[in-house]
């Protein structure tokens, strides 16, 4: 038998398909990967280690930048850790907005997780009808909060500000197109044969694989395993609404990318119930928070459903107005913990699809 | 059957390019920008009271506020935002209680030379004594009074060394 020599290639950090600055080395053999290295750390910003020198609410706007892509979520999961430490109840219509304009983020960030994926796989019709969707739905979260991505809307206590007027009716006007726009993504990609040839039975992981892993979202109802915190942990107000949670057969790259776009069918349902049930709530919607935040000495985690998987923030207080310690469980660098073990036996062009099919961001990555 | 998919595809291609198209011939064409749009800082001066709750709650220490006592009131004199750092969350905007700072709709903020970044808001002299109190010294001036006249004397004297020393420049607003 031929003896054959293995050599490395890098994929990344500039490449396109790693979805930013992300690295993975690959030493080859042949056309096979036989082993995958992850270099991440490009784009750290050192998050953790800045919040200890904020003050409470002035690390708010920070979280938006490790999520950029569903930024409300990130904000979402922080000031509920803060609001448990301080013992702080949010008003009901602060919880409804804190909902829409989370399950939003989390569309715009679907979205953008399938338009990008049908790129990968070299549909770039997909990518622009994605996108279409995306920036009717980034409009109306700029009329919301003045910003398009970084949304800094959730506040400690409560929301930014209250929608304006006529808002509401714009946002059910595209719910009730949604469906429909989610069926042409359905028509022009998922039932396309290529990406299907692409995706399906390529970086297959297994449920228990995927739970011993932690891995979370998306990436592990892929796989079949029903975890979905919106309604094992019912956080907030989901309990008030009626939706399904998708899961996946084989655990493959197509699972993965199907159980998003069903996703999406499932926000726009939770978004038109919010819409409906908002309208009977009056009130403040931010609660009576002193105006020097110092929350007893003490800890506290609180973890929410991203768009990405499950993300937690551990606040740790020392009575003081700034966080002695803050660390954040981001899903997306647990997500790719496996990767390693699931590109080996793959080609090159493979990798794309994996990696793709995990949906990362790497300003949540590197953090 | 094989090639389904394709065809399905193709048939949403196409009349997706016969439907209205989406984009904007800019700059000629705009959209329209909502009312809560992060553009340009813009301050109301008249009702600014220097406090400096906004510079407090910067998370990135962006603003760079100077103040003056001129009587019993805090005097405005700087206000400059160094934005190349801002990340414009609103914070300032929102923790000020005398609603003096706003964000308008301008986004053209891009400078040339990295000296012409920062925002500068107000840039102004101190006046050399209070307004206030100008028309009850005026109104006893009949009446002599030494001790407040030669207060006032005395606050005025380096005030009008430091303009003439050129240390404030007389730059308002921009």
Same mark, same amino acid.
């Given at each position: ?14 490449? /396109? ?20 290295? /992850?270099?991440?750390?490009?784009? @750290? ?64 960030? @679907? ?57 509401? #009716? ?15 993504? #359905? ?64 655990? #493959?790259?197509? #699972? ?66 700034? /966080? ?44 | ?174």
């Amino acid at each position: 038998m031929l003896r054959t020599q293995e050599f490395n290639i890098n994929f990344g950090p500039q490449h /396109p398909s790693t979805h930013g600055v992300f690295r993975v080395v690959l030493t080859m053999d042949g056309e096979r990967i036989v082993r995958a290295e /992850p270099i991440c750390g490009y784009l @750290h910003r050192g998050m953790e280690k800045l919040a200890e020198s904020r003050t409470y609410p002035q690390f708010i706007p920070y979280t938006d930048r490790m999520d950029y892509l569903a930024a409300m979520l990130q904000n979402w999961g922080y000031v509920m850790a803060v609001e448990k430490l301080m013992g702080i109840e949010v008003p009901e219509r602060a919880e409804y907005l804190r909902v829409i304009s989370g399950e939003l983020s989390r569309l715009t960030s @679907h979205v953008l997780a399938t338009g990008v994926y049908a790129l990968d796989m070299g549909g770039f019709t997909g990518f622009l009808l994605c996108f279409r969707e995306r920036e009717k739905m980034m409009d109306l979260l700029e009329e919301l909060t003045g910003s398009r991505m970084t949304l800094s809307y959730a506040r400690i206590g409560g929301v930014a500000a209250d929608v304006p007027e006529g808002w509401l #009716d714009k946002l059910k006007k595209l719910m009730d197109e949604m469906p429909g726009y989610i069926d042409e993504y #359905d028509g022009l990609i998922t039932g396309n044969e290529i990406f299907q040839a692409r995706t399906k039975a390529v970086g297959v992981l297994k449920p228990e694989t995927a739970i011993n892993y932690s891995l979370s979202g998306p990436v592990l109802r892929g796989s079949g395993v029903n975890y979905d915190l919106r309604k094992v942990k019912s956080y907030s107000i989901y309990d008030r609404f009626d939706f399904d949670v998708p899961l996946g057969e084989n655990g #493959d790259c197509f #699972d993965r990318f199907f159980c998003r776009v069903r996703e999406m069918r499932q926000s726009v349902r939770i978004i038109q119930q919010a819409i409906e049930q908002i309208k009977e709530i009056d009130g403040p919607i931010i609660a009576k928070v002193p105006k020097v935040l110092k929350p007893p000495k003490g800890e506290a985690y609180e973890e929410i459903e991203s768009s990405k998987g499950i993300i937690g923030y551990y606040v740790v207080s020392d009575g003081s107005n700034k /966080p002695y310690r803050v660390h954040v469980r981001r899903p997306s660098f647990i997500n790719l913990g496996y990767l390693d073990e699931m590109l080996r036996g793959y080609l090159i062009a493979d990798v794309v699809a994996i990696l793709g099919s995990i949906d990362i961001v790497l300003g949540e990555v590197d953090c | 059957m094989f090639g389904k998919g394709l065809v399905k595809g193709l048939q949403i291609t196409w009349k997706e390019f016969w439907a209205p198209k989406l984009t904007v011939q800019y700059p000629e064409v705009q959209h329209t920008i909502p009312e809560r749009f992060h553009g340009k800082f813009v301050l109301d001066v008249d009702k600014c009271i220097a406090c400096g709750l906004c510079a407090n709650a910067c998370p990135n220490r962006v603003i760079d506020l100077k103040k003056q006592k001129v009587g019993k009131k805090q005097f405005l004199t700087d206000y400059v935002m160094n934005i190349q750092y801002c990340m414009y969350c609103g914070m300032c905007v929102e923790s000020c209680n005398k609603d003096a700072l706003h964000f308008s709709k301008d986004f053209n903020m891009n400078q040339y030379f990295y000296r012409d970044i920062p925002l500068v808001l107000v840039r102004r002299e101190a006046p050399a004594e209070p307004v206030e109190e100008e028309a009850p010294a005026a109104k006893a001036a009949p009446k002599p009074k030494p001790k407040p006249k030669a207060k006032a004397e005395k606050s005025a004297a380096p005030a009008a060394a430091e303009v003439a020393a050129g240390k404030a420049p007389g730059k308002e607003g921009q």
